[in-house]
């Protein structure tokens, strides 16, 4: 299995977005975030510079709601039975997430704040 084609990696890399899109609620809520981010970046028509720092952003949720859900499902694989440990790695992995969204979310405000307030401004 470690001799693989890089198509093979690829497509299995895609398996793994695509099963987390299906199952995950929480991937699906960050994609549709993304979705809207994109969306008003391109009817603010942000710089490159700002593009950049919003898909860093992004990734960086994306990758830790991945990272989350396959530690959530080794926890799942490894007790069925409550544990203290458990529910510690799970509560690391969410708390993960969840530092890392709060940094997209103020990276989203000081992205978009210029333009907001000049959009208010020519409304006003």
């Known amino acids: 299995m470690k001799n693989r084609m890089l198509k093979d990696s690829f497509k299995y890399a895609g398996q793994g977005i695509k099963e987390a899109f299906a199952t995950e609620r ?3 809520i960050h994609c549709l975030a993304t979705l809207l981010v994109i969306v008003f970046g391109i009817l603010f028509n942000l710089p490159l510079h700002k593009w950049v ?3 860093l952003a992004i990734g960086f949720v994306l990758v830790c ?3 989350n859900t396959a530690g959530e499902v080794m926890v799942d694989m490894i007790t069925k039975e409550y544990s203290v440990e458990a529910k510690k790695v799970k509560d690391l992995l969410a708390g993960a997430v ?3 969204a709060a940094t997209a979310f103020v990276t989203g405000i ?3 704040i210029d333009p907001v307030i000049e959009l208010i401004t020519r409304i006003f």
């Open 26 to 28: 929480n991937f699906k």
């Open 53 to 55: 720092i919003l898909f």
């Open 65 to 67: 709601e991945l990272i």
């Open 98 to 100: 969840l530092i890392s």
């Open 110 to 112: 000081l992205v978009f």
